[in-house]
């Protein structure tokens, strides 16, 4: 297939998802970049899946316009291309939710639109993209460059796709990631109609920013990171917009009152480090974060242990443990202030790749637990079933959790790949 | 691939770029001078020719096909592809890129082998772009599901056995040499295998493996094989059973590409979060 038609197709189907301006601006420039290089794309692949996901919940909403359960529609397909032999390639994911109950979780993303050079001592990305940092099951502390996606869960997984540049040196002593991240992604959060939010419903057409760029201001992160023998270490420095929001009451304007998310400059420095010791896997994430707010330290840190071939089957069994502490204790915005979280990892290592994580977040000062679930099985070669299951407990009154303690739910996802 | 002790050149007699048309001649000549009286030197010799023997190719590409069957014949595909590159004085390194089922297709696994101390494993997650050191002690787990543990596929080192050699004799109609091997590394799931190694290609074709009950487990044979290069055998044809469970894996090899001019930065993690 020809750049030229390939461009032609990844511009259309991109159209079908565009919804803002640093989309078409992006799409625009992947489309002349490939119309660029006639003849020269070897390939394009699609993939992807689609999938169905009721919600539902136990107890009846909390506030005023919460609907009780949903169901949701979800589409995320990915078009890939490369040239020169898979030095140059295109990556194109847009990610797409229909949701009954809340009409802000019904959105469109794209979670990368990438170009990617590679060569023997560096790699170069432009666009939009996806980067992942850390080590840690139960909390992702040390990620920061991607925005949270947090209207699609509440673990922190799910991420909106990011406009950067970035540079990548591969030496021997390791590899040096150079960002520079324009545009500021701000958080998700559920509007009136959905289950698992504050009081208040959080108003983002009016969030405000301590940069007087706004959301337009330019972050920075570098990151070096190597692997030695049983150590993968990571050291990372980002300067920009916080991507956890504090909020404001806003009772200045007539109806009733609202929260306003608040953006901070800050400095994050962070460590990564796992060693690997036969069965034993010991992690630890930590970072030190200062800005307008009081600087504080944070970690999560533990280990996972694996019983392989568990009781004389073919399954595994992971035993997880982590500790989570955040310095500004019960008065700051983060629920993980000093908790221990306890998991199990059941690999069944069968045909269907059949697995189930369940672990308890318990704080240790006696107060709420967070009880989670997540289990998958394929069926066939195209389909999955999924479930994920999570339970509030002994929520108490200034808890972060508070708003959501009579959330707990329990999803089905049934997808198809392609 | 271990660099391989003088002595044990000297011992052998081998002489590393044999021409082609002489292969049986120079295998033949290989047997005669191995040590004919002491059954371990002559197993842990024997090891080392097929090791020697393979040394060279510097980095192989392939494509795989895994079939899996259940007891009632139920089948179950998978497709992927592995790199290899060839390590001086240490273990292999291997990226092997999932494209079926569909929802892993893009997971990726890197392992850096080595003759006794723990592999070391990546994993990338393409839903997450997480890419997870993991445990090395999995050595006995089975591989996707199937029959082949991962201890099966990895790059068998010498180091990695103490090794006896039990007899000759005839499979299929070729000459092999039995080989009984232990492994010496930690977590396998086997006391032992035998291991009959054909003298014209001085490759296993058929191995049994006995569980940690010393009970047979699984039959291995290998067929179809090619000579690459003039010199490497490869099969395109591996076929595991299981005796206890009643299941079996089949691996179908295509495409083998030798000396692509592939280096360490194409086994490195950044490799691995680009691998397609």
């Given amino acids: 297939m020809s750049a030229g038609v390939n461009a032609v197709r990844v511009a259309r189907l991109a159209g079908i998802a565009a919804g803002t301006g640093l989309l078409s601006a992006g799409l625009l420039w992947v489309a002349v970049l490939l119309a660029a290089l006639p003849g020269r794309a070897e390939s394009l692949e699609i993939s992807g899946y689609a999938g169905i996901e009721p919600r539902l919940f136990f107890h009846s909403p909390t506030f005023a316009g919460q609907i009780h359960d949903n169901i949701s529609a979800v589409l995320q397909p990915e078009f890939y291309s490369e040239w020169n032999a898979g030095r140059d390639s295109v990556l194109f994911t847009p990610f797409a939710r229909l949701d009954s109950a809340d009409g802000r979780r019904t959105h469109l993303d794209v979670r990368e639109l990438l170009y990617q050079r590679v060569a023997p001592d560096w790699e170069l990305r432009a666009g939009i993209g996806k980067v992942f940092w850390g080590v840690a099951e139960s909390e992702h502390l040390v ?69 007087s760029a706004g959301d337009r201001h330019v972050d920075y992160a570098l990151r070096w990171s190597q692997s030695m023998a049983q150590w993968d270490i990571g050291l990372s420095h980002f300067y920009g917009t916080s991507r956890a929001p504090r909020f404001v009451l806003d009772t200045r304007r007539p109806g009733p009152p609202i929260l306003i998310p608040r953006y901070d400059l800050i400095h994050r420095s962070a460590l990564d480090l796992q060693a690997t010791m036969d069965n034993w896997l010991w992690k630890l994430e930590l970072i030190h974060e200062s800005g307008q707010a009081d ?37 700051g915005p983060n629920p993980f202030q000093n908790d221990l979280f306890a998991g199990l990892r059941l690999a069944l290592n069968d045909v269907q790749s059949s697995e189930v994580l369940a672990g308890v977040i318990q ?30 407990s002994r929520v108490k009154q200034h808890d972060p959790f508070k708003a959501i303690a009579r959330d707990d739910y329990i999803q089905f996802s049934v997808l198809r790949y392609f | 691939m271990i660099r391989l002790l003088l002595f044990t050149a000297l011992l052998t007699g081998f002489v590393p770029e044999a021409p082609a048309q002489s292969a049986l001649a120079s295998a033949q000549e290989s047997l005669r001078k191995i ?14 020719v097929i090791d020697r023997r393979d040394t060279g190719w510097q980095d192989q590409s392939t494509s795989l096909v895994m079939i899996l069957r259940n007891r009632q ?6 497709d992927l592809r592995v790199k290899t590159l060839e390590v001086e004085a240490d273990g292999d390194k291997s990226l092997t890129i999932f494209d079926t089922p569909r929802d892993v297709k893009g997971t990726a696994f890197l392992s850096y082998t ?21 445990t090395s002690s999995n050595k006995s787990g089975p591989f996707m599901g199937s029959e082949f543990a991962y201890e099966d596929l990895t790059s068998q080192e010498v180091e990695k056995y103490t090794y ?6 005839p499979l299929d109609g070729a000459r092999t040499l039995v ?30 493996y006995y569980d940690r009950k010393n009970s047979l487990l699984k039959t291995l044979r290998s067929t179809e094989f090619t000579r690459y290069l003039d010199r490497y055998w490869r099969p395109a044809k591996m076929s595991m059973i299981n005796h206890q469970s009643g299941k079996s894996t089949e691996l179908l090899w295509t495409n083998y590409r030798f000396r692509s001019g592939l280096g360490a930065r194409d086994f490195d993690r950044n490799a691995l979060k680009r691998a397609r």
């Fill in chain 1, 143 to 211: 990620d920061i460059i991607n925005q949270t996606d947090a209207i699609e869960d509440v673990d922190g997984e799910d991420k909106l796709g990011q406009p950067m540049l970035n540079l990548a040196l591969i030496r021997d002593w390791g590899t040096v990631d150079l960002f520079i991240l324009p545009g500021f992604r701000e958080r998700s959060f559920a509007g009136s109609g959905g289950r698992l939010r504050q009081s208040l419903v959080v108003d983002t057409n009016n969030s405000s920013y301590e940069s």
């Fill in chain 1, 295 to 331: 600087s504080h330290v944070a970690w999560v840190g533990g280990f996972e242990y694996t019983l392989t071939g568990f009781a004389g089957t073919r399954a595994d069994l992971g035993l997880l443990a982590e500790h989570l502490f955040d310095s500004r204790g019960h008065a």
């Fill in chain 1, 363 to 392: 704080d240790l000062r006696g107060d709420a637990s967070l009880f989670s679930i997540e289990a998958s099985r394929r069926l066939g070669d195209r389909w999955k079933l999924e479930l994920e299951a999570r339970l509030w």
């Fill in chain 2, 35 to 48: 040590d004919q009286t002491d059954p371990g030197k002559r197993g842990l010799e024997i090891a080392r």
């Fill in chain 2, 73 to 78: 014949g139920q089948e179950s595909r998978r």
């Fill in chain 2, 114 to 134: 080595h003759a006794i101390r723990a592999d070391d494993q990546w994993l990338y997650l393409p839903a997450l772009k997480r890419v997870k050191r993991i």
């Fill in chain 2, 164 to 169: 006896t050699w039990l007899r000759d004799e």
């Fill in chain 2, 179 to 208: 080989v009984e091997r232990r492994p010496a590394y930690k977590y396998s799931g086997y006391t032992r295998q035998l291991v009959w190694v054909d003298v014209r290609m001085w490759r296993p074709v058929k191995v049994e």
